[in-house]
C-alpha cells in the first residue's frame, strides 16, 4: 500500500505538470503564431509550415517515439515508464485541448510570450522533478545534468538557439516572430532553473544555545540530518561550549527553527546560503563519464600493482 501511494503520487503530480505544459503551448503560444524551443517548439514550426494540417500532437508522439529509445538506454526504465505516460499523455491533450478553444490573448504579444514561457518552465520542471521527461530537449538536458553541473536551463538555451531561428524558413514568419520565440526561450530557461534548483538549494546554521545537546539529539532523530558540534568559548563570559554547525535543504529550515524555539527560545541562530552542497544526503560531485572511467582504471591499476608486490613478497 505505501508502495501504491508513493506511485500514485508521483504520477499525479506528473499529470500535474503535463496539464501546465500542454495549456501553455495550446492556450498561449500556439494560437497567437509563437514557435519556441525544444521538441515541442520543432513540432510547432512543422506546424506552421505545413500550413496547419499536420497537427502537433502527430510530430510530437513521431519525434519522441524515436527519442524513448535514448531516453531506455541512457537513463533507466524508471525514467522510461515515466516518460511514455508523459508522451501519451501530451499527444492526447495536445489534441483535445485545441478543441476546447481555451485561447488566452493579451494586447502585447510580449505578454502572451512571457506568460506562455512561464507556465511552460514550470509544468517542464514538475515533470522533471519526478524524474519524468516530455522528450525533445529534456532529455538532451537530464542526460547533460546527469553527468556534468550544467544547469538545465543552459542545455535549453543553447539547443533552443537553433530550433527557434528555423522559423525564418517558413513563409510568412518575419524576424518578429522569432523574437517573440527568443523571448520565450529566455523565460523558459530562467524559469525551469528556479523551479528544479530552488527545491535543490541549501542552508547552513550556526547555532548558539546552552541546550545543544538536546537540539543536537531531535534535529537528527526528528531531522534525519546530521550535526556538527564545534568547540566555542564565550568571550564575554569566557565560557567553554558548543556551536552546532547544521547544513540542510531551504525547505527544510522553517522545521529547524521550529525545533530550536521549542527547545531553547532564547538561542541564537545564524543562517547563511549554501550555493553548493556535495556528499551524502545532497549532490554527487559530477565530474564527467571520461573522467570517472579514467579514475576507474587507475583504481584499477592501483589494485593490480598492490596484488603484484603482494606475491612477490610471498615469493
Not at 500514485?8 to 500542454?22: A, C, E, Q
Not at 500550413?51 to 502537433?56: A, F, S
Amino acid at each position: 500500500m505505501k508502495n501504491f501511494l508513493s506511485v500514485f503520487k508521483d504520477y499525479s503530480i506528473l499529470t500535474f505538470g503535463t496539464v501546465i505544459y500542454v495549456l501553455a503551448w495550446t492556450s498561449f503560444l500556439i494560437p497567437n503564431g509563437i514557435a519556441s524551443g525544444g521538441g515541442t517548439g520543432l513540432c510547432t514550426i512543422v506546424y506552421f509550415a505545413s500550413n496547419e494540417t499536420i497537427p502537433v500532437s502527430t510530430s510530437f508522439f513521431i519525434l519522441n517515439a524515436i527519442l524513448l529509445i535514448i531516453g531506455f538506454l541512457v537513463l533507466g526504465k524508471a525514467f522510461g515508464f515515466k516518460t511514455i505516460y508523459v508522451i501519451i499523455l501530451s499527444t492526447v491533450l495536445f489534441d483535445v485541448f485545441p478543441r476546447l478553444d481555451w485561447t488566452v490573448t493579451f494586447d502585447e504579444k510580449f505578454l502572451e510570450a512571457v506568460v506562455g514561457g512561464i507556465l511552460e518552465a514550470v509544468g517542464i520542471g514538475i515533470v522533471l522533478l519526478k524524474g519524468g521527461s516530455t522528450g525533445g530537449t529534456d532529455i538532451a538536458a537530464m542526460i547533460v545534468n546527469k553527468y556534468w553541473p550544467v544547469s538545465p536551463g543552459k542545455v535549453y538555451l543553447f539547443s533552443d538557439i537553433f530550433i527557434i531561428a528555423s522559423i525564418l524558413l517558413i513563409p510568412g514568419k518575419t524576424l518578429e516572430d522569432m523574437i517573440y520565440g527568443y523571448i520565450v526561450m529566455i523565460t523558459f530557461s530562467f524559469m525551469v532553473d528556479f523551479v528544479l534548483l530552488g527545491q535543490k538549494s541549501s542552508v547552513q546554521l550556526l547555532i548558539f544555545s546552552s541546550k545543544y545537546q538536546e537540539i543536537a539529539d531531535r534535529i537528527t532523530r526528528d531531522m534525519r540530518r546530521g550535526v556538527t558540534a564545534l568547540k566555542s568559548i564565550g568571550w564575554y563570559s569566557k565560557a567553554d561550549s558548543n556551536v552546532l554547525l547544521v547544513i540542510v535543504r531551504r525547505h527544510q529550515l522553517h522545521d529547524i527553527v521550529s525545533i530550536i524555539k521549542s527547545i531553547d527560545h532564547s538561542a541564537f541562530v545564524s543562517v547563511s546560503s549554501a550555493s553548493d552542497v556535495y556528499g551524502e544526503g545532497f549532490d554527487e560531485m559530477k565530474t564527467g563519464p571520461d573522467l570517472k572511467k579514467k579514475q576507474k582504471k587507475l583504481s584499477g591499476t592501483s589494485k593490480d600493482a598492490v596484488r603484484t608486490d603482494g606475491k612477490a613478497d610471498e615469493n
